[in-house]
């Protein structure tokens, strides 16, 4: 009974991706460039080198995250846009807890982790206690709390006690706080020598190679035993099911409302904490929604709100991000074409009535 | 059912062995690349503002395909989209072997500076930032902002009726005050007693907050306002509009936004800045290890070619007049709050 | 009635299976309905009865069997091939949209316009017209959601007829009708075929396929048992053919041994939805080992009633005492833990998590207690175990405690409720409309649930809209009446005109 539904779920995904990909080639050729061109420029981008790989994972990784935050909140019937604002505060506070409280790296990384998931789980429970309390539609604070985060994030970085000197961001945080593989020592003279040495090695070491990805992969395993395993999952799935009969079997849904916005917001903290303390080191001032959240909707929509599905479609948008971006400058083409691609895969998996109409009438053709 | 999938299974192998085989037509023209390429190639990244952002970048890879046709180079850009592209941007255009990579704004100094240490064989540049040590093959170009910030604030306070003016930042640190003291001092140039409204939208991309500040200054009194602020001033243009007061616009000339009420624009030729470093690189005289400043005698800033449209022929004499001056290295337009305050009337005769 | 000709074969559809995965909803189904008759489709829930005629209207595609619609074969791709060879639907669950007015609902889709503009006179004339021919009066003006559930099942007519339709499927058309809205539900049924239109009507009355069908097909668990000549059989034909063995329509039960109070309700006021006090100063009791019934017509407070007695409404003021502690003010959850168990009136709504499994809605009241879980965790073997007796013992359809509780029949549904809920082990059962949409097979289960409940030495509260239930199943009968207990008359030998007075409010008490 269950199998059937959870292939053509999948089935519905790749077909998507194989179209999105369809009318990217499409657009491609019609404004001129070769799309197998292209397509092989990316495919290159993404897996030319280690090194590629590793810039890959990178840029998936605080993706993921904010992919499982949107999916865990819309297990639990909760739609949360808010995984942008979330994000923002969690790295905020990294990047302040990683400079500001000096500590020994074992402890360092853990407390500034615990800080930003802290951070965005607030940051998420606001919105759950608006809506628990007085009814606020998530989707409509969440839009509001990001705004409010981004110019938080703003009014912080820009305050003079707090920015570096001659930027636009905060100071950079402690090595400590650092989830960035042998930082330090790959840029010692012993490093140096070995990544002489071995060049694979030395390919990984380029990039900030770091465990944010290990972590991203650890909470996907979370969020599955949470929503499969655990009393807790049981009760904010079944609110998210049917809140009536949640009430009426004597869950309390305002305060499971609440806890479900908490923990999607503590994952989206946690994003921001991974891309901190594992790449950019620092918060910087922002001119506009950075989209880390936004992606992350688009990355819990290809992976079906199911966990190990964010990873993967994480994957695979992190894959088109980076291979995508060098289309630009070897072949000319926009880089647009990338979002392009991505929002008709998000748009054919919104439309999986489409979808299975096309293979009712292959099965028909094929009678 | 089972003659249809092995149907199935040859046809998909055969589009398998298709695919390899166009790969690989596709595969062996890119390894053969390098090898034909004998030309320079100059790259560069954008920041998150992109290519077309209407301001620097956009004027910075004009520069670029200025210097493609003048110098028969090959050029070619990358863009950021989020602050976290800019070190594997870079990375990725030094793996395209490009003999020149340009970073365009203050925001990539970092990622330029890290960059340029870990690779000494590569050539770089950066648009608006001087690094304090910069490594020899590593370039810095600054515009001296402030002086052509000093020209409009001249032609600002000698153009108001009301003795009170305006300046709009964007975010404020130093790149940005350069504007407002070189126009603070243009100002007191031109009459001691006017007043000069100044406030920071702390954003370069809200316009509406511009839009707001703009008309809270024109309440005030300001008749002529100048903004250094991206999109911000982009608010500030449309107040102008409404109002029919002055705008004063910046980097390049705005005019074209609103022919009536644009006065003037302090211009800040970034195009001009890439396109001379080009050619140097090009004619094998790239100036590695410096900060190249490009000011009022490189043609590096300026007031706006559309000036003539709107201020008389009179003042645009005392400003080619104070123009010389400077070129001349007759006095320094100031750039930070204590050399404002020291700075003393030029006598114009 | 009688206005068929069997020279004329409106449907006709043969050997109709039809598969979903490993589950036969129709076997080798075959239908013949002439023109002009009413036939009815006859069955318990899940019996596969709507899955048929969702066959005919297109929302299916049969795995085999042929449809012919007088005498052309078609191919019944979707909806609208079916309402283009004159086949209408009216569902269930009504498909109007409720700002808008009567006719604007009749013509969505079929819109007459003239040069692009609404003509929104002809289409009221148009409606006006048909509604005269057929007896459907209506107001044509009036928005659909401020008439009544009968007025908009005439809608849903007129839409189908509108269309053009000359076959009319209803599917269960009396389960939301009130029993004068089903009088003239018949009437309307005898026009219909009176002007040569055909009827196929879907329901598990008995005693309504007595007073307007013609013939009657038989469905029991996806085959077809028989069809026919309604006025050669009895109601109890019916009954035993549908259910497959002999069914009786009254409960047996002892007599009653009352003992301690369990649940006292004092003075209780409750205010509605929108803040109008619909339970005014009822006060009531129910002992150990009895059942009190409460009778009333719908809207008299037995909602927020409920509602108030389960924790999902504040009440205003008042006293409800479970066991001598006053429950008032608690949770849901707290109430469940004074041992007081409720079967919810919408099964669907508030009764079952439709997304989970028979298993985990078994333990939606008690999954933080061990053996379910421990520490947070749940222990599936265990919760498995426990659904897989329960399932057994409650005889739920498939026996399979895995299986999505959405996908299980009205009936089904409501056994694994009343499983969940009587193996609480409660000392106060509260059971709201627990019969309501069931078939016969499903209503006697659940009736000589209760009652077995009360021989445990439960207290039962029943609170039913079908009086017949009431008073079959009852000890004592206590009759609703705007939000107060208008008089109390013990259920055995009671007066069903007295009853209905009080239901009406006329004093009597």
Redesign the interface.
């Known amino acids: 009974m269950k199998n059937p539904l959870k292939n053509s779920a999948l089935g519905i995904t790749l077909i998507s991706i194989l179209l999105g990909l369809f009318v990217g080639a499409l657009i491609l050729l019609f404004i001129g460039y070769n799309p ?2 292209a397509y ?2 990316m495919l ?2 993404i897996f030319g080198s280690v ?1 590629y790989l590793s ?1 890959t994972i ?2 998936a990784t605080p993706i993921i995250l904010t992919g499982l935050s949107v999916a865990f909140a819309f297990k639990t019937g909760l739609f949360n846009i808010g995984a942008e604002g979330q994000y923002i505060v969690g790295a905020l506070t990294a990047a302040l807890v990683g400079y500001y409280v000096p500590m020994p790296t074992l402890l360092h990384i853990p407390f500034v982790l615990i800080c930003s998931i802290t951070a965005g789980s607030l940051w998420g429970s606001i919105a759950g206690y608006l809506k628990a309390r007085f009814g606020v539609n998530e989707v409509i604070s969440t839009i509001m709390l990001n705004w409010i985060a981004l110019y938080l994030n ?1 009014f912080f970085v ?1 305050n003079e006690k707090i920015k570096r000197p ?3 961001a905060t100071n950079k945080i402690l090595d400590s706080a650092k989830i960035i593989f042998f930082d330090v020592w790959k840029k010692s003279p012993d490093g140096q020598a070995f990544r002489k040495a071995h060049p694979f090695f030395n390919d990984i070491f ?3 190679a770091n465990a944010g990805f290990l972590i991203a992969i650890l909470a996907a395993v979370l969020v599955l035993l949470i929503l499969n395993k655990t009393t807790l999952g049981y009760s904010l799935k079944a609110v998210g099911f049917n809140k009536d009969a949640a009430e009426f079997g004597g869950i309390n849904i305002k305060s499971s409302m609440i806890s479900s916005m908490a923990i999607a917001g503590g994952l989206s903290g946690l994003a921001g904490a991974v ?1 901190v303390t594992g ?2 080191r620092e918060a ?2 922002l ?2 929604m ?3 959240g936004f992606e992350g909707i688009s990355v819990a929509l290809i992976g079906a709100n199911n966990p190990i599905g964010c990873v993967l479609a994480g994957l695979f948008y992190g894959a088109l ?2 291979g995508g ?2 289309i ?3 072949i ?1 083409a926009p ?1 647009e074409i990338i979002s392009i691609i991505m929002g008709t895969i998000v748009l054919f998996i919104a439309m999986p009535k489409l979808i299975r109409m096309m293979k009712i009438t292959k099965k028909k053709e ?1 009678e | 059912m089972k003659k ?1 999938s092995i149907l199935l299974a040859v046809v998909f192998a055969l589009t398998l062995v298709g695919c390899n085989k ?2 690989a037509e ?2 062996a023209p ?1 390894e053969e690349k390098p090898m034909e390429v004998v030309k320079t190639s100059v ?1 560069m990244v954008t920041d ?1 503002g992109g290519v077309n952002d209407q301001s620097f970048n956009q004027s910075a890879w004009e520069g670029l395909q200025k210097a493609q046709k003048d110098l028969d180079i090959n050029v ?4 950021s ?5 800019y ?3 870079m ?3 030094l793996d ?1 072997g490009n003999d020149l990579i340009w970073g365009i704004g ?2 990539m ?2 990622a330029i500076l890290e960059a340029a240490q ?1 690779n000494p064989d590569q050539y770089y540049a950066i648009i608006d930032n001087a690094y304090e040590d910069t490594p020899s093959n590593l370039v810095g170009v600054v515009f001296e902002a402030e002086q052509a910030s000093y020209l409009v604030g001249y032609i600002a306070g000698r153009m108001t009726q009301t003795g009170k003016v305006g300046f709009i930042g964007g ?4 790149l940005i005050e350069e504007f407002e003291y070189g126009f603070k001092a243009g100002v007191k140039q031109a009459g001691a007693d006017i007043e000069v409204f100044t406030q920071y939208a ?4 809200d316009a509406a907050k511009g839009k707001s500040i703009a008309n809270s200054m024109y309440q005030q009194g300001a008749d002529i306002i100048f903004h250094a602020a991206g999109g911000v001033g982009n608010g500030l243009i449309e107040a102008a509009k409404e109002q029919g007061k002055w705008a004063i616009g910046v980097d390049r000339d705005q005019n074209d936004l609103a022919p009536d009420n644009v006065l003037t624009s302090a211009m800040k030729r970034v195009d001009n800045g890439i396109y001379n470093l080009s050619k140097e690189l090009a004619e094998g005289n790239f100036p590695g290890g410096t900060t190249v400043a490009y000011g009022l005698a490189e043609g590096g800033v300026g007031i706006a070619p559309t000036s003539s449209k709107h201020v008389p022929a009179d003042i645009l004499a005392e400003v080619e007049m104070l123009e010389k001056k400077i070129i001349a290295g007759e006095f320094v337009v100031p750039n930070t709050a204590d050399t404002l305050a020291a700075y003393k009337v030029v006598d114009l005769k | 009635m009688n206005n068929y000709d069997f020279d004329q074969i409106a449907v006709e559809m043969k050997g109709i299976t039809q598969k979903f995965g490993s589950l036969v909803a129709n076997d080798n189904i075959d239908l013949t309905v002439h023109k002009g008759e009413v036939h009815a489709l006859l069955g318990e829930n899940g019996a596969g009865k709507t899955t048929l005629v969702n066959s005919l209207y297109g929302l299916y595609h049969p795995t085999s069997g042929d449809i012919f619609i007088n005498g052309e074969k078609v191919v019944m791709d979707t909806p609208n091939v079916a309402i283009g060879h004159g086949i209408g639907m009216v569902h269930q669950h009504f498909m109007l949209i409720k700002p808008f007015t009567v006719v604007e609902n009749i013509i969505l889709g079929k819109e007459t316009h003239k040069h692009g503009v609404l003509d929104m006179e002809r289409a009221t004339k148009e409606v006006m017209e048909l509604s005269e021919r057929y007896g459907l009066t209506i107001d044509p003006t009036a928005c659909i959601q401020d008439i009544t559930v009968g007025m908009q099942q005439r809608v849903e007519i007129l839409k189908t007829l509108y269309r053009g339709a000359d076959i009319l499927i209803l599917d269960e058309p009396t389960a939301v009708l009130t029993p004068q809205e089903i009088l003239d539900l018949i009437k309307i049924i005898n026009n219909l075929t009176d002007q040569g239109k055909t009827i196929i009507i879907i329901t598990h009355k008995l005693k309504e396929i007595k007073d307007v069908a013609d013939f009657c097909t038989i469905i029991r668990r996806g085959k077809k048992i028989d069809t026919v000549k309604v006025a050669d059989v009895s109601e109890s034909d019916l009954a035993s053919m549908m259910v497959g063995r002999e069914v009786s329509f009254k409960v047996d039960k002892e007599e009653s041994e009352p003992g301690d109070i369990v649940l006292e309700v004092n003075d209780l006021h409750v205010k509605d939805n929108r803040d109008i006090p619909a339970v005014e100063g009822l006060s009531l009791k129910v002992r150990r080992g009895e059942i009190l019934g409460i009778a009333g017509v719908d809207g008299n407070g037995q909602n927020e009633l409920v509602d108030a007695l389960t924790g999902i409404r504040k009440a205003e003021s008042g006293e409800v005492l479970v066991n001598g502690n006053n429950i008032l003010g608690l949770n849901p959850r707290g109430i469940l833990d004074h041992k007081v168990s409720t079967i919810p009136q919408d099964r669907q709504k508030r009764g079952l998590v439709l997304e989970y499994s028979i298993a985990e809605n078994i333990i939606i009241e008690n999954y933080k207690k061990a053996p379910f879980s421990r520490k947070g965790w749940l222990n599936f073997p265990a919760i498995r175990e426990y659904a897989r007796k329960l399932v057994k013992e409650f005889d739920v359809r498939p026996d399979d405690e895995n299986y999505i509780s959405g996908s299980l029949s009205g009936g089904n549904q409501q056994k694994v409720i009343i499983a969940r809920e009587i193996s609480n082990n409660p000392d106060l059962l509260i059971a709201v409309q627990p019969t309501r949409g069931l078939d016969v097979g499903a209503i006697e289960y659940v009736h000589k649930a209760l009652v077995a409940q009360r021989d445990k030495g439960k207290a039962v509260l029943l609170i039913s809209l079908e009086l017949d239930e009431v008073i079959n199943v009852s000890d004592r009968i206590g009759v609703i009446y705007e939000g107060k207990i208008v008089g109390e008359v013990k259920a055995e030998g009671a007066d069903e005109n007295e009853i209905g007075l009080m239901m009406a409010g006329g004093s009597n008490s």
Do not use: C, H
């Not at chain 2, 070619?76 to 863009?79: A, I, L, M, R």
């Open positions: 197998i061109e092989s420029v290159n981008g090194r810039w990178i840029y703003n820009l001659g930027s636009e380029r990039t900030p891309q790449f950019t910087s001032a001119a506009a950075e989209g880390y991000k980076y971006s060098k630009q400058p070897r000319g880089y094929a | 249809l166009q790969k596709v595969a890119a790259v998150v070619s850009y990358k863009e989209k989020q602050n976290a592209d070190m594997p941007n990375e990725s255009v395209d203050f925001m100094a970092d870990n975010i404020k640190f130093f702390e954003s370069f991309t």
